[in-house]
């Protein structure tokens, strides 16, 4: 592939000229200097892709300049013109990795043949090591994914960049989105430790993350991003660490003075590894963000219910004493006296059901609840719950009717839960069917249990909103509720219990034409097995 850029070194002017001009007309960028001084000088201001030298000049030879330009810029590749070959020469050729040779006399043809296999040998060479580098970010990457503490991540990235690439030490700084500064989160190997804070924009590292662009250069790196050492041969490399085209960090390599300078291979790398790491990283962020705001939510949660029982055990005591003392003078009152006193006492009672769902939910989330279960009658358990209610259901003109089939065998449950979980569906079914319907309390023996069903020709529920009334707090919106009253905590009681039981509920409801709640709990076995 023509445009590399190639220096021609040659202290004969006439094979300079022509190889430059075959050069050029193969379409690469050429650049000729008459020495090998010349062409030490010329690689420090420009980088080459490829060296073509005379491996025979004053002052300094061929293979000289190239292993100079090697030691800045070892990514260049050479090619050296020989008119005799020795076998010293030969050696130390193959010792700096000259990729190949041509001798004079040569044709433009023949030049160009060689330096179009030398660049695709180049070429070659990198995609191996790009595929190579592919292994360990391999590696890297399941770990990554499953990783989401984040001190872990950022210590295994360092040290995989710093093993993969021989540098002597690496720094992971990150950024403090708020704060809009790096702070260092991972280093590995040995290198100055400096703490300090850096500016978006500050330094090399500040650079690196406000741009998200790469940079490379001759001098050690410190992880606060300045260059501490300048020393001969010593070489960093600065990547920002991108997810979804936002720099999340950065992470610094140095490699020591007297140790090669990095590659593009290297570079490729790090390329790949840094941009694993920065979406691992972002995931472990992220998930840390939201394992805080659900320990947040929890500790709101939990000091939540805490204070409503706590409210829930301070009003019933003065509750407590209107009921009784209500009761009280109930006697010493004219009629019209008593009928207000009922009025009172209905409201006190309605306020203590409440009071009693508060606590009930309360001790379901802490597990506090108890089961005492016993052997039931269904039909001598809810004709107690119908006889609480009925007169709520005389008030509206519904019809009740409780079938249960004559030999339905008893439940094994707690006659007090039971009792809770029929008084709220039954005062659901009438609170939420109009004046003169249909409710119906139904048994089922299924196998090891028994289903009860409480079936309204109500107001329904609407798809999509069934399964939510079973959480707590729920109410379908425009529901008569408003007028009936409520905390939404009803069923989500009522499913509790069911499920301590062992139990199942569920409700099948047709909006406009009525609900139908059902409950399993498990059948008597008599020890007997009679
Ligand atoms: P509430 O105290 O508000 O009745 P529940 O938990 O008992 O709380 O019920 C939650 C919501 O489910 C009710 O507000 C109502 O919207 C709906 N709901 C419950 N039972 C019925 C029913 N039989 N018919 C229609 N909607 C019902």
Redesign the pocket.
């Known amino acids: 592939m023509a445009g590399e850029r190639i220096l021609i070194a040659d202290d004969e002017p006439d094979v300079l000229a022509v190889a430059t001009r075959a050069l050029v007309q193969g379409g690469y960028e050429v650049t000729g200097v008459p020495s090998g001084v010349a062409a030490v000088e010329e690689a420090q201001r420009h980088n080459y892709d490829m060296l073509i030298a005379d491996v025979k000049m004053p002052g300094m030879s061929g293979l000289r300049a190239y292993r100079l330009i090697k030691e800045a810029a070892p990514d260049t590749i050479g090619l050296i013109i020989t008119g005799y070959g020795t076998m010293e020469m030969a050696i130390e050729a193959v010792r700096l990795g000259v990729n190949a040779f041509i001798l004079k006399p040569f044709g433009p043809d023949e030049l160009r043949a060689t330096v179009a296999r030398a660049l695709e040998g180049r070429r070659l060479a990198r995609e191996n090591a790009r595929l190579r580098a592919l292994l360990p970010v391999h590696e890297l990457s399941r770990t990554l994914v499953a990783t989401t503490d984040l001190e872990r991540l950022t210590t295994q990235v360092a040290s995989l960049a710093a093993r993969e690439t021989g540098a002597s030490f690496c720094s992971l700084l990150l950024l403090d989105d708020e704060a809009q500064e790096l702070y260092l989160a991972a280093t590995s190997g040995a290198g100055s430790k400096a703490t300090r804070r850096l500016k978006l924009g500050e330094g090399i590292a500040g650079w690196v993350a406000k741009t998200g662009e790469t940079m490379a250069l001759q001098g050690a790196l410190a992880e606060d991003g300045a260059v501490v050492c300048a020393g001969e041969g010593a070489s960093s490399v600065c990547l920002p660490l991108l997810a979804q085209g936002r720099a999340i960090g950065v992470i610094s390599l140095v490699k020591a003075a007297g140790a090669p300078p990095f590659t593009e291979a290297d570079t490729d790398l790090l390329t790949i590894l840094a941009g694993g790491a920065a979406a691992a990283i972002a995931n472990a962020q992220l998930f840390t963000h939201l394992q805080r705001a659900y320990e947040r939510l929890a500790e709101l949660d939990h000091r939540k219910s805490e204070f409503i029982s706590l409210a829930a055990h301070e009003l019933r005591s003065p509750l407590a004493a209107v009921i009784t003392y209500a009761t009280l003078i109930e006697g010493d009152l004219s009629d019209e006296a008593r009928d207000h006193l009922h009025v009172i006492l209905e409201a006190a009672m309605r306020l203590n059901l409440l009071l009693d769902d508060l606590l009930n939910l309360r001790n379901l989330d802490t597990g506090t609840a108890v089961l005492h279960p016993e052997p039931v009658a269904l039909d001598a358990a809810t004709g107690q719950a119908l006889g609480a209610l009925v007169h709520l259901a005389q008030a509206k003109e519904q019809q009740v009717s409780l079938a249960l089939p004559p030999e339905l065998p008893q439940v094994f449950a707690d006659p007090q839960k039971l009792q809770i979980i029929l008084l ?2 039954l005062s ?2 009438i ?3 109009p004046n003169g319907g249909l409710i119906t309390v139904e048994a089922l023996p299924d196998r090891s249990q028994v289903v009860v069903s ?1 079936r ?1 020709s ?4 609407p798809d999509g ?1 069934r399964e939510r ?2 959480e ?1 707090f ?3 919106a425009d ?1 008569l ?1 408003r007028e ?11 499913k509790g219990m069911v499920e301590m039981h062992g139990g199942r509920i569920w409700v099948e ?1 047709q909006p406009g034409r ?2 139908t ?1 059902s409950f399993s709990l498990p059948k008597w076995q008599s020890p007997a097995g009679a």
């Open positions: 709220n569906l659901n079914a609170k939420f069917t409480v309204d109500g107001i329904g529920i909103e009334i079973f707590r729920y109410q379908v529901s509720r009936q009253g409520g905390l939404g905590l009803g069923l989500s009681i009522v409801s009525g609900s709640f």
